[in-house]
């Protein structure tokens, strides 16, 4: 177990190193100057030099990489290009709005999607089942850009229920804030719950037909609702992971979706920063993300290694 | 129930102050939308066009300014005097200004301002317009005399640019993301990404601006803009980026629509250098290609004025010179194969992000296909574009709007990317730049317009409209965009 | 009782749809969409112009019919990409199991899964310019793991089967073994997971055209369309639905292809086994 853990460690730790170098390597490639950009295109050629040379972009890549790799570990992601501030900080707003954005429409998925997949397993081959399969096949084949932008049309412009983007921040009281976040959250809600629900329901059929369910029914535990705990229990277990993706993709995938509504969000913040060219961005938020999706995996890894009791021997 | 009821009735209290609160605070705040950030909020230093759209004006002023008529007006000078040989300025300053900070103007910061800028390891984005400045002396606390190496009839043109602004040497250090001026609005707050918040200046020395507070809000996207004004999200949209909803707008009696003009020529920039383009025959061939009004139709809704020029269409100095490209195919048929390009060729459209380029870029390949010249679209980002087309001169055409009033001077440069080598345009320029007789001024003038036209150095397309989209009670809108700025002084709501 | 053939036989049908359009645009196009006529723009649903036409006055079917080409070409050679680099990695991680291939390939996989994928994809359109060619490069990449991890857990359990454990022991090559009698008992997994694939392609390259890093003017494509058509949606919204419906026929007939090829091709349900 001891050494699984390690060798575990070390598989993170490499992950971390090499994605940093992919990371840094795409960004640097990237062409196109930073100060030209900010610049514009009255800039004189010494005026656009003294600013490379104030961003430091006139150091050897190297040493670039690793003051940023060391800035890292310190917590520092450096100052941005263009907006001269603190990349932590211009990262912890953000956060403020990603973050709950992703949670808001994880939770309408999963709200969504249990009850529907759960009714689906019960009712299998009959119609509700057909039902439930029929708009969980369409939900997934809607592209959420597309559906946002038909909400926007319906519900912010038509109906003016709703306004049509941005975000005023926390500040204005909890109601606003989630207001603003309702048309974005149901936007990328709805192929993910499409796509849970039916994980849900295949989940529960497969522990429905499972050997140990058919015994306990055999041995006369007749009671639907514990042989449903008994199942449902064990479904959740793929279910689970499949939130977790589902997480880490809502925070970084939501780009278009911020676009759409002008949200000031992560992903925005790295859209914009690759076509200004602010490269520590780029950089650290990708690193970032990377990073919370390495550590994610990493966890579960370890948890499943001491739930499980296959792998505590060292055999894989 | 007691309990209840107290509830009940705090909330009621509490809902009728905000509601209150609400309708007094629309009467003095307004929230107005624009559709780029600035990245950095120094005018003076690295400065993009959206710095001044937020900042010009409201937050800083410089000793002179623009009026909305283009027209250089007095600003932090009230008064000069300018020598017989035209070398020597003497600017008489207001008095009893201060910076935001409470710290007093006086001409020891017009000094540090005007040295700041033509310093060595100056970053301002437009060095070029101090070069010319041999020295500043401060003659009293509200008196400055300006030296120049040379005559100069632009002078006071250019002292009323964005990048020329009067700084502190006491807030100078974190000016870019506190910036403190003598402007009727002080900078309250900056959300990136989202919006910059003003206040108004209670202690400023001139007019009092009628608003309270003045928020913008960044909207690039186009969509978002017309979602964001419908819904009325915003109370204007200055710079409205997408035309082809304006009419909705104006058929709409919450709202008003201004379209006013700018100074940017929007052009089909070609790289003279580059074979075939550097043939000036295949240059008029694909002049009298394109059909403005076709593109104006189709990119722009109608919005936009057809130039035959590097010019500003609505300039007194202008001359109308699009008989000289107009709408001919046949006639550019005959010229190509003139050139030797009966079969026509091939050559890169790289287009910058505005619809006015991206779609533009479209129409004008399909009619540049219809005479047999095949072109090869990227679509670029900014930063892309200034590397590729605008430094590295990797191009044969592209499509952009060059906003800058007065900046006919552009091509005199061999070494800017149209790379035009004219030894009789760059003779006209250099004597214009030392001419300060108006009516000289005004032949010069004309005679650069004739040149650049004849020599088909660029395709001359329209002159940009600047639509802004508003709530209908809200007075004092500029309507036209004589500089990059967002003129909030004057405006209010109607009652 | 839900028949498996009814998801094929739907599916089948409309994935035709957009394959049939395809085709028939490479020969003919009701009316060529390079050519602009600005004056003829927005017209509504008429018999010449089914779906009426577009800002720039083009027919919005031939839009369609070309769209489908694009979209149907990128997602398909990104397919490509991903089994043709992840199927031998996963036979390979099968192969060498427990060891430190098997151990790398699998850390790559986690790597690749962990980047996210739009991110990336911007990035690299941003480093090489935008276009069809890079979409598909974008977009084939973060296919390979899907391919590596399938192949390698169908893999690995067929390499506990007797069949393969007798070709060991008389004296086959990994190598041999893994293409004569592992691969083929794999396709129907990969047929099926190919056409999920194939799926995701499709609003992949939707979302890239979407925001202007997909195939370029004048090349029509459905994402980009969709672009276009956002700021007329009050004044026009067929510029906008008729894409997205286009988009949703797509995805949803791959879908149900997928579905009823699993149903169809699952040995389980067949009973036999290729030795």
């Known amino acids: ?316 | 129930m007691k309990y209840h009821f107290k509830l009940l009735l705090s909330a009621g209290v509490l809902a009728t102050s905000l509601g209150i609160q609400g309708a007094h605070a629309a009467k003095t705040s307004m929230t107005i939308a624009l559709q780029l950030e600035p990245p950095h909020l120094d005018p003076t230093s690295a400065a993009a066009g959206a710095i001044d759209s937020v900042l010009y004006s409201n937050v800083f002023e410089g000793l002179t300014r623009f009026a909305s008529d283009g027209a250089v007006i007095p600003g932090l000078a009230k008064s000069w005097e300018i020598s017989e040989d035209g070398t020597e300025y003497i600017f008489h300053l207001n008095s009893a200004v201060t910076f935001h900070d409470g710290s007093t103007m006086d001409a020891n910061d017009v000094k540090f301002s005007l040295d700041r800028a033509r310093a060595e390891d100056s970053t301002n984005a437009q060095k070029a317009l101090f070069s010319g400045i041999k020295n500043v002396e401060v003659l009293a606390s509200d008196k400055v005399k300006v030296t120049l190496a040379s005559p100069n009839g632009s002078f006071l043109f250019n002292m009323a640019w964005g990048d020329a602004v009067i700084v502190a040497p006491e807030t100078i250090d974190d000016i870019k993301t506190n910036p403190v001026g003598t402007g009727a609005f002080k900078f309250s707050n900056w959300v990136q990404g989202d919006k910059i918040e003003l206040l108004r200046n209670e202690e400023y020395w001139g007019k009092p601006a009628h608003l309270e507070t003045a928020t913008f809000k960044f909207i690039s996207d186009p969509s978002a803009a017309f979602s964001a004004m419908m819904a009325q999200d915003i109370d204007a949209f200055a710079g409205f980026p997408a035309p082809e909803n304006l009419a909705q707008f104006e058929s709409d009696s919450r709202f008003q629509v201004l379209v006013g003009n700018t100074e940017g020529e929007t052009i089909l920039s070609t790289n003279n250098k580059m074979p075939p383009l550097d043939n000036v025959k295949v240059r008029k061939a694909i002049a009298h290609a394109i059909d403005r009004q076709a593109i104006i139709d189709g990119a722009m809704f109608g919005y936009g004025t057809p130039i035959g020029t590097h010019f500003a269409p609505h300039h007194p100095d202008y001359v109308d010179l699009k008989a000289n490209s107009n709408y001919d195919p046949e006639l550019s048929k005959k010229l190509l194969s003139e050139a030797g390009f009966s079969e026509g060729f091939t050559t890169t459209l790289k287009l910058p992000p505005p619809s006015y380029a991206r779609r533009g870029g479209e129409i004008i390949a399909s009619q540049l296909r219809a005479v047999g010249i095949e072109t090869e679209i990227s679509n670029l980002e900014w930063a892309q574009w200034l590397e590729e087309v605008f430094r590295g001169k990797d191009y044969g055409l592209t499509i952009v709007s060059h906003t800058e009033p007065m900046d006919i001077g552009i091509y005199a440069r061999p070494e800017y990317y149209f790379q035009y080598d004219s030894s009789e345009f760059q003779a006209v320029i250099k004597a214009l730049n030392v001419e300060s007789n108006p009516q000289k001024r005004s032949d010069l003038l004309r005679k650069a317009q004739r040149i650049i036209s004849e020599d088909y150095v660029n395709g001359y397309l329209f002159e940009l409209a600047f639509p802004t989209v508003a709530n209908a009670k809200i007075m004092g809108l500029w309507e036209n965009a004589p500089t990059q700025a967002t003129d909030l002084t004057d405006v209010k709501w109607a009652d | 009782m839900i028949r498996p053939s009814t998801s094929l036989q739907f599916g089948i049908l409309l994935c035709l749809i957009p394959m049939i359009m395809a085709t028939i645009s490479f020969f003919w196009q009701p009316f060529d969409v390079t050519e602009l006529n600005i004056s003829n723009r927005l017209q509504p649903v008429s018999l010449t112009h089914p779906f009426g036409t577009d800002h720039f006055g083009r027919d919005m079917l031939s839009m369609i019919m070309v769209g489908a080409q694009t979209s149907i070409a990128v997602a398909f050679v990104a397919v490509g990409i991903g089994v043709l680099f992840g199927v031998p990695l996963g036979l390979f991680a099968a192969n060498w199991r427990g060891g430190f291939i098997d151990d790398g390939i699998m850390r790559f996989n986690d790597l690749v899964f962990a980047f996210p994928s739009l991110v990336i994809a911007i990035l690299i359109t941003a480093i090489a310019g935008p276009s069809a060619f890079n979409a598909i490069v974008a977009i084939g990449i973060f296919n390979i793991p899907v391919f590596a991890r399938i192949s390698r857990g169908a893999a690995l359990s067929l390499w506990q089967r007797e069949f393969i454990l007798s070709a060991q022991v008389a004296g086959k090559t990994g190598l041999r073994i893994s293409t004569e009698h592992v691969l083929p008992n794999l396709m129907h997994i990969l047929i099926v997971q190919a056409t999920i694939q194939f799926s995701l392609g499709i609003l992949a390259e939707a979302g890239l055209s979407y925001i202007g890093l997909g195939a370029q003017p004048p090349t029509p494509s459905w994402g980009r369309m969709l672009a276009d058509a956002q700021t007329m949606v009050s004044l026009a919204p067929r510029l906008a639905i008729v894409p997205g419906v286009a988009i949703i026929i797509t995805v949803l007939g791959l879908n149900l292809l997928g579905d009823g090829l699993r149903d169809a091709l699952d040995p389980k349900l067949r009973g036999s086994m290729k030795k």
Do not use: C
């Not at chain 1, 038909?150 to 306004?163: C, D, E, P, R, Y």
């Not at chain 1, 809502?250 to 992560?266: C, R």
């Open chain 1, 1 to 316: 177990m001891i050494k699984y853990f390690f060798r575990r460690l070390f598989t993170f730790v490499l992950s971390l190193a090499l994605a940093s170098i992919v990371i840094f390597s795409l960004v640097e490639i990237a062409p196109g100057d930073p100060a030209s950009f900010m610049l514009g295109i009255n800039a004189q050629p010494d005026t656009i030099a003294a600013l490379r040379s104030e961003l430091g972009l006139d150091q050897p890549k190297i040493n670039r990489y690793f003051d940023w790799i060391g800035g890292m570990l310190t917590g520092d992601f450096g100052i941005s290009y263009t907006y001269r501030t603190n990349v932590t900080e211009m990262v912890g707003d953000r956060l403020w709005v990603s973050l709950p954005l992703a949670l808001y429409a994880l939770f309408l998925s999963t709200v969504i999607a249990i009850p529907t997949g759960i009714y689906a397993a019960a009712k299998r081959g009959k119609t509700g089942d057909f039902a439930v399969i029929s708009a969980t096949q369409l939900g997934i084949a809607i592209p959420n850009f597309w559906f946002a932008i038909i909400l926007v049309g319906i519900f912010a412009i038509k109906l003016q229920w709703f306004s049509a983007g941005g975000f005023s921040g926390w500040k204005d009281g909890l109601f606003n804030g989630i207001t603003s976040l309702t048309l974005p959250a149901i936007a990328l809600a709805l192929p993910q719950a499409a796509i849970l629900s039916r994980v849900m329901r295949s989940a529960l059929i497969e522990t429905l037909g499972e050997d140990y369910i058919r015994t306990a029914r055999a041995k006369g535990l007749s009671s639907s609702q514990t042989i449903w705990t008994h199942a449902l229990r064990n479904a959740l277990i793929p279910v689970l992971t499949i939130i977790g993706l589902q997480f880490s993709f809502l925070l970084a995938g939501a780009i278009i979706i911020e676009q759409v509504f002008y949200l000031p969000g992560l992903g925005r913040l790295v859209f914009q920063a690759i076509t200004q060219r602010d490269l520590i961005v780029v950089e650290s938020v990708v690193m970032l993300l990377v990073f919370a999706v390495i550590l994610v995996n990493f966890i579960v890894d370890i948890t499943y290694m001491l739930v499980d009791p296959r792998l505590r021997q060292d055999s894989i």
